[in-house]
């Protein structure tokens, strides 16, 4: 049994590091979003700052209704939001990012909220188009 070579392990990691370093280039706002999701449940689960699980979940449930039964006021608010964070350079988006993370690891049911939110405008809009109406 061959044993792990440190230096070849680094090796290969440093031949990799262009192609993530690319990736987190082009999806930056993706990559802190997805960081933040996993900050979030790790902070939620633990409980270590502000709130739990089930303050979270709750939060998560309610901002998913509100998307569910007041889509165009979601929607609408949704899309100002989302506008204004992405018109900004990558620097700015940069930090938006990292904000993103911290409210997730801080108080992470306002991060899930949002996402509740999310959650609820997308099921409202593809079960519409499922059902074949465009509105």
Not at 9 to 29: I, N, S, T, Y
Not at 30 to 38: D, S, V
Not at 100 to 112: E, R, S
């Amino acid at each position: 049994m061959k044993r792990f070579d440190w230096k070849e392990g680094m090796d290969k990691l440093k031949d990799k590091l262009p192609v993530l370093e690319q990736f987190v280039r082009k999806h930056l706002a993706e990559t802190f979003t997805a960081a933040a999701l996993l900050v979030g449940a790790f902070s939620a689960w633990h409980g270590y700052f502000v709130g739990g699980t089930f303050i979270t979940l709750l939060f998560f449930a309610i901002g998913a209704g509100m998307g569910i039964f007041l889509p165009e006021q979601v929607d609408h608010w949704m899309k100002k939001v989302f506008q204004a964070l992405y018109k900004k350079n990558k620097a700015s988006m940069a930090v938006v990012g990292a904000i993103k993370v911290v409210i997730a690891l801080f108080v992470p049911f306002i991060f899930f909220g949002f996402f509740g939110l999310i959650a609820g405008s997308a099921y409202h809009y593809y079960s519409r188009k499922a059902q074949g109406d465009n509105n």
